[in-house]
Structures are given as C-alpha cells and as structure tokens.
C-alpha cells in the first residue's frame, strides 16, 4: 500500500513538472511572437526537425506563410499530440497543426479554418512480416498516436478485428521503433505520414489504406477572432497556388483536382 502511495506521488509530481515546464515554453513563445503555434515536431512530412535541427515540413511551411501575409511573426512550439487542444483551448498557443483532423466531435469545443488536406488512416507492418490487412492482427498488438484518429478508429474497431492489445504513443517516431523491434505488430496512422517516412526504409510496408475520409486543416480556440483571418488566408494560398506549389515541394507531385488542397472550401461549423 506504502509502495503504490509513494509511485503514484512521484507520478503525480513528474506529470505536475511536464506541465510547469510545457506552460513555461509556451509562455516564453508567447512574448516573443505575435502568433504561437503549436505543433507535435516529429510529425513527417507535415512538421519534423532537418539535420541542422530546424523546425520544417508542409505545415511549417503553412504557418509562416499565413503568418507573413498577415504581418504576425510566428514561433512553432513543440506539444504532444493530445496536449494540443487543451493548450488551444485555454489559450496558451493561438492555434495548433499536425495534420489534425475535423471532426464532429471536435468542432463542439474547437474552431478549424478551412481543410487543406484529405486523407485517410493507414496499416503499417514490418515487410517480412506476411502481414497485410488489419483481419490478419486477430489476436496481435497495434500501435496508434495518443488521441489521434488512429486511436478512435483503433478503439472503435478492437472487437471487429479482435486486437490482444492496443498501445498508445506520442508520436510517429517511438511507434516505428517499437514496430521494427517487433513490439508491435502493427501502428495506424495517418497514410500520408507513413508513405513519406517508409519511402526509403524498405523493412516497413504501408500494407493497407484504411478509408476514413478525413480532412485536416488548423485548430483554434471555439469561435476565435483569428479564426476566420486565417481562413481568408489559407484561400488566397489556394487562389494564387502557393497551396499547391508546398503540395509538390512535400509530395512530389500536384494536388489532385476536387480534393480540399486544391478546391476553396468553407469553415467547417458544427451541425449543432
């Protein structure tokens, strides 16, 4: 009883530390920018770290050219997935990226600009494994990104395909090392972030495409005034092709015609 008393301390007062110092960074940003974003660095090719440690990525590329039309200085600041929305909505970053998708659910507490991506979730496996679809992870280990669509979509589907065990990561990166030391047998996830990282690794197969018609775009607080500034922004990128042009820097190739990076859309409003 002792024992348990004294770990969940000390779990309470780490976890009380992250915070402190998550909120300290964040504030730091705060004074020396007009607009903080955040953003989960790791996250390729939407937003990572270069060789020379400089933040980059499509995204990244997105921000700062909404930012330089609007005449705001801009400082991308580093947040685990999950801790993104809590930091929007209370106000400590002004608005978050890493391919974050629309959602129903979230625009009940939450504002988005227009989407400029469409996407769908994704199966990846080690490429000797024989595995090739999620029927085949009866009875085995799948990773997915804490708080992601991978995750609801995952938690949603545990009984249909019978996975033994759902493990939650932060981030891209610890989920592909688990998966290459075999402490997975699978990890969903976004498709485009897995495309563009298991292009050069051949031991990784993006085995299936999982169809979720999602959309990503940026999240800010619930009907927040910069909301639609940014919206304007995001379709005069459209309009002029700068979109489309960042499209064929990351992806190598244009956007296809009708899908939201190409096409001028409305800001997403919940149905309620």
């Not at 000390?10 to 920018?33: L, P, S």
């Not at 969903?188 to 495309?195: E, F, M, N, V």
Request: hydrophobic share 40%; aromatic share 8%; glycine share 8%.
């Amino acid at each position: 009883m002792r024992r348990t008393f004294l770990k969940a301390t000390v779990k309470t007062a780490v976890a009380a530390v992250m915070a402190t110092a998550v909120c300290a960074i964040v504030g730091n940003a705060a004074q020396a920018a007009d607009l903080t974003v955040g953003a989960n660095i790791g996250n390729v090719p939407w937003e990572f770290q270069d060789a020379t440690g400089k933040n980059v990525g499509f995204e990244i590329d997105l921000v700062e050219e909404i930012g330089k039309r609007l005449g705001k200085s801009v400082e991308i600041v580093n947040i685990p997935f999950n801790g993104l929305f809590s930091a929007v909505q209370s106000g400590r970053i002004d608005m978050a990226v890493s391919s974050i998708t629309i959602t129903e659910k979230r625009l009940e507490s939450v504002s988005f600009a227009q989407p400029y991506y469409d996407s769908d979730q994704s199966l990846t496996v080690l490429a000797k494994s024989g595995l090739s679809k999620v029927e085949d992870l009866k009875g085995k280990t799948v990773g997915v990104d804490t708080g992601s669509t991978g995750d609801m979509w995952a938690t949603q589907n545990v009984a249909k395909y019978g996975f033994s065990d759902i493990r939650k990561f932060e981030g891209l990166q610890p989920a592909m090392l688990d998966l290459a030391a075999g402490r997975l047998d699978g990890y969903i996830s976004d498709i485009p972030a897995l495309l563009y990282y298991s292009k050069d690794k051949p031991q990784f197969k993006v085995a299936q495409r999982i169809p979720t018609g999602e959309r990503y775009s940026i999240m800010l607080a619930k009907n927040s005034p910069l909301a639609p500034q940014v919206n304007d922004q995001i379709t005069a990128i459209k309009k002029d092709g700068t979109l489309a042009a960042l499209h064929e820097k990351w992806f190598g190739a244009k956007p296809e015609a009708g899908t939201s990076t190409a096409e001028v859309l409305d800001m997403p409003k919940p149905k309620s």
